[in-house]
């Protein structure tokens, strides 16, 4: 099999050229801009708005969470079908517009080409590098999902233990309790919501740094709606490997991130990425991929859509 070699910040990474059916450069021919007009957009969105990398990552994880990564989170719900987009457990998820003017631009460029699913790949590939974290080659060739059903989604939420997203990170997607840890780090440009975490602050929880507790409390007695806080309170904007830091220093935001540093099947891991941060950028690349290639459709399965909200007309 040939190889290529991706240059990172302190190290190299060799993946290899083909992924089962997916492959680096899958458009070379069909559509020879599409990575470049992808990556222009994210940059142009990112200059105005840092914060959509965490918007990114966190479609792409819903999107592979369910079905595969199939683009079935984009679908807008009908009278007759309520879609995954309108789960509760989807309710913040954003950035669908930028997907939406992204293909609009490669529709005019290659039409019906360029799939939804290969969009969020390599949207979230190029801003996951422009907030610090690792340049890495991405295998493209998905083909875009038939079905987004709501009552497919069944997503743990922060408050489930380790144990339970361990095994849901296993069974859905196919990865490691350690590649789960890995994939967590992305809350290093994340946020959460005060209705996320409030219940550790009633009572005070003896796993968070007293200091945090007392910022928390202040920040969700006020009166807005509901605000919100980064999960990583060092380089909330960075994709680096502050958050195994301050978990470690239990300045965990979210129950669930603090608990990886208390678990003693993950803890190892997150001290190991703490002292580590080329390891863990490394292993933050390896572990997208992975995660991007998870019960994806190619070939003649499904179809490229035409608009990503949308299924083509069928006959």
Same mark, same amino acid.
């Given at each position: 099999?040939m190889?290529i070699?991706v240059?990172l910040? &302190?190290?190299?990474?060799?993946?290899?050229?083909? &992924?089962?059916?997916l492959?680096?450069? +899958?458009?070379?021919?069909?559509?020879?801009?599409a990575?470049?007009?992808v990556?222009?957009?994210?940059?142009?969105r +990112?200059n105005?708005d840092?914060?959509?990398? !965490? !918007?990114?990552?966190r479609?792409?994880?819903?999107? =592979?969470a369910?079905?595969g =990564?199939?683009?079935?989170?984009?679908?807008?719900?009908t009278?007759s079908n309520?879609?995954?987009k309108?789960?509760?457990?989807?309710?913040?998820v954003?950035g669908?517009d930028l997907?939406d003017?992204?293909?609009?631009s490669l529709?005019? !460029?290659?039409p019906?080409?360029?799939? =939804?699913?290969?969009?969020i790949?390599l949207a979230?590939?190029s801003a996951?590098?422009l907030?610090g974290?690792p340049?890495?080659?991405?295998?493209?060739?998905?083909?875009?999902g038939?079905?987004?059903?709501?009552?497919?989604?069944n997503?743990?939420?922060p408050?489930?233990?380790?144990?339970?997203i361990s095994?849901f990170?296993?069974r859905?997607?196919g990865?490691?309790?350690?590649?789960?840890?890995?994939? &967590?780090?992305?809350h290093?440009?994340?946020?959460a919501? =005060?209705? +996320?975490?409030?219940d550790?602050?009633?009572t005070?929880d003896p796993?968070?740094?007293p200091a945090?507790?007392t910022?928390?409390?202040?920040?969700?007695s006020?009166?807005?709606?509901?605000?919100?806080?980064?999960?990583?309170?060092?380089?909330?904007?960075?994709?680096?490997?502050? +958050?195994y830091q301050?978990i470690?220093? *239990?300045?965990g935001?979210?129950?669930i991130?603090q608990?990886l540093?208390l678990?003693?099947g993950?803890?190892?891991f997150v001290?190991?990425f703490a002292s580590?941060?080329?390891? &863990?950028?490394?292993?933050?690349a390896n572990?997208m991929?992975k995660?991007?290639s998870?019960d994806v459709?190619v070939g003649?399965?499904?179809e490229?859509?035409k *608009?990503?909200s949308?299924?083509?007309?069928?006959?």
């Amino acid at each position: 099999m040939m190889k290529i070699i991706v240059i990172l910040p &302190f190290f190299c990474i060799i993946l290899p050229l083909v &992924f089962g059916d997916l492959k680096v450069g +899958f458009y070379e021919s069909s559509c020879p801009e599409a990575e470049s007009i992808v990556k222009k957009a994210v940059q142009n969105r +990112f200059n105005r708005d840092k914060t959509i990398t !965490a !918007a990114l990552l966190r479609l792409h994880f819903h999107d =592979c969470a369910v079905r595969g =990564c199939d683009a079935s989170i984009l679908i807008n719900s009908t009278t007759s079908n309520t879609a995954e987009k309108d789960s509760g457990t989807n309710d913040d998820v954003r950035g669908f517009d930028l997907i939406d003017k992204v293909k609009e631009s490669l529709e005019s !460029a290659c039409p019906s080409t360029v799939s =939804c699913a290969d969009i969020i790949t390599l949207a979230t590939r190029s801003a996951v590098a422009l907030s610090g974290g690792p340049k890495y080659e991405v295998p493209t060739g998905r083909r875009d999902g038939l079905v987004s059903d709501v009552r497919e989604v069944n997503i743990p939420g922060p408050t489930s233990p380790v144990s339970i997203i361990s095994e849901f990170f296993n069974r859905n997607l196919g990865l490691t309790t350690q590649e789960m840890v890995t994939l &967590f780090g992305a809350h290093t440009v994340g946020v959460a919501h =005060c209705s +996320f975490f409030a219940d550790r602050l009633s009572t005070p929880d003896p796993t968070m740094d007293p200091a945090l507790n007392t910022k928390l409390v202040k920040l969700c007695s006020s009166r807005d709606d509901d605000p919100s806080t980064p999960l990583d309170q060092n380089t909330s904007l960075l994709v680096d490997n502050k +958050f195994y830091q301050q978990i470690l220093a *239990k300045k965990g935001v979210l129950q669930i991130d603090q608990q990886l540093a208390l678990d003693k099947g993950t803890k190892g891991f997150v001290t190991d990425f703490a002292s580590n941060g080329a390891k &863990f950028q490394k292993s933050f690349a390896n572990a997208m991929v992975k995660m991007g290639s998870v019960d994806v459709l190619v070939g003649s399965q499904g179809e490229i859509r035409k *608009k990503c909200s949308v299924f083509n007309t069928r006959n």
